[in-house]
């Protein structure tokens, strides 16, 4: 479980730290935003096969036409919350509905509000660290849209199989100083008849700089599963995460599970003033403070 959530911190950390803050919501905004996708994604092959993989599941337009993103997410026999994120600024607010398959009593909130994450009561910070967990489910959910990101670079490798199809195979890693773990590494298997995301490979580093990628190091291969359509977007809604080392799949150690989503929910921004009695979770200390 430690080796999970360092995994899924990091992700909050690259993307979350990389999207460009936008408040305004309008339809030449967001032709500006899927023209500039375009641009970067067309300029290199591999870009060409996220930028394939995004129009399978709906395309750029729809995703930047869609404001918001809303829908209950949760491990199993983890925390499940249901959650309302704005997809230009990528603040994130939600109302936390269980922890171990057991409900919560009374008013248990957190969010991202761009800068800084909080909990709400603060005695449970010590239960759930709202600095990854507000953003972990969204970020995964939201593959492969928010791999159109600037600041992002794509390799297309070899095909591979997985589960005896071969797949198209294309590496994502991020510039520089992107986020606090910008030496993470995420690796979509995109379906060659369908273009849809089968599954991910990811590998968090947070904390460690960029440590040179070694083909046979741990990773974890999470599995993309039950797509539904919503508001012009394929979603999925059951994830499967299995270790994944030398180039074999492991036993599986994580499932996660969506429903009810929306991408035209109205977004409340006075939801991420943090309440009398929360608190923020502070940042990690950087690599050269551990």
Same mark, same amino acid.
């Given at each position: 479980?430690?080796?999970?959530?360092?995994?899924?911190?990091?992700?909050?950390?690259?993307?979350?730290?990389?999207?460009?803050?936008?408040?305004?919501?309008?339809?030449?905004?967001?032709?500006?935003?899927?023209?500039?996708?375009?641009?970067?994604?067309?300029?290199?092959?591999?870009?060409?096969?996220?930028?394939?993989?995004?129009?399978?599941?709906?395309?750029?337009?729809?995703?930047?036409?869609?404001? &918001?993103?809303?829908?209950?997410? /949760?491990? !199993?026999? *983890?925390?499940?919350?249901? %959650?309302?994120? @704005?997809?230009? +600024?990528?603040?994130?607010?939600?109302?936390?509905?269980?922890?171990?398959?057991?409900?919560?009593?009374?008013?248990?909130?957190?969010?991202?509000?761009?800068?800084?994450?909080?909990?709400?009561?603060?005695?449970?910070?010590?239960?759930?660290?709202?600095?990854?967990?507000?953003?972990?489910?969204?970020?995964?959910?939201?593959?492969?849209?928010?791999?159109?990101?600037?600041?992002?670079?794509?390799?297309?490798?070899?095909?591979?199989?997985?589960?005896?199809?071969?797949?198209?195979?294309?590496?994502? &890693?991020?510039?520089?100083?992107? /986020?606090? !773990?910008? *030496?993470?590494?995420?690796? %979509?298997?995109? @379906?060659?008849? +369908?273009?849809?995301?089968?599954?991910?490979?990811?590998?968090?580093?947070?904390?460690?700089?960029?440590?040179?990628?070694?083909?046979?190091?741990?990773?974890?291969?999470?599995?993309?599963?039950?797509?539904?359509?919503?508001?012009?977007?394929?979603?999925?809604?059951?994830?499967?995460?299995?270790?994944?080392?030398?180039?074999?799949?492991?036993?599986?150690?994580?499932?996660?599970?969506?429903?009810?989503?929306?991408?035209?929910?109205?977004?409340?921004?006075?939801?991420?003033?943090?309440?009398?009695?929360?608190?923020?979770?502070?940042?990690?200390p950087a690599a050269s403070e551990q």
């Open positions: 479980m430690r080796t999970l959530i360092t995994a899924l911190f990091a992700v909050l950390c690259l993307f979350g730290c990389n999207m460009e803050q936008e408040s305004a919501y309008n339809g030449s905004e967001s032709n500006r935003l899927t023209a500039g996708a375009e641009a970067r994604l067309s300029a290199t092959e591999g870009g060409q096969m996220v930028l394939r993989a995004i129009e399978a599941h709906g395309g750029l337009e729809a995703w930047h036409n869609a404001e &918001t993103s809303s829908y209950i997410w /949760g491990f !199993a026999g *983890g925390m499940r919350s249901s %959650l309302v994120a @704005h997809n230009r +600024t990528r603040q994130i607010y939600h109302d936390i509905l269980a922890f171990a398959d057991e409900e919560v009593q009374g008013r248990v909130q957190m969010a991202w509000d761009g800068s800084e994450a909080w909990v709400y009561p603060d005695s449970l910070m010590n239960s759930v660290n709202p600095r990854f967990m507000a953003t972990t489910g969204y970020y995964f959910q939201s593959i492969p849209f928010v791999l159109a990101d600037s600041g992002l670079h794509y390799e297309a490798l070899a095909p591979a199989l997985l589960d005896s199809v071969e797949h198209q195979i294309v590496r994502v &890693t991020f510039g520089d100083g992107i /986020g606090d !773990a910008y *030496g993470d590494h995420y690796t %979509l298997y995109i @379906h060659p008849e +369908t273009y849809m995301v089968s599954a991910l490979r990811y590998r968090s580093t947070f904390g460690r700089g960029r440590p040179t990628i070694d083909e046979n190091m741990r990773e974890t291969l999470l599995y993309y599963k039950d797509y539904v359509t919503v508001d012009g977007l394929i979603t999925p809604t059951q994830f499967e995460g299995y270790g994944f080392s030398e180039g074999t799949r492991g036993d599986q150690y994580y499932s996660a599970e969506s429903s009810e989503h929306s991408f035209s929910a109205p977004f409340d921004a006075t939801r991420l003033v943090m309440p009398d009695g929360g608190r923020v979770q502070p940042p990690p």
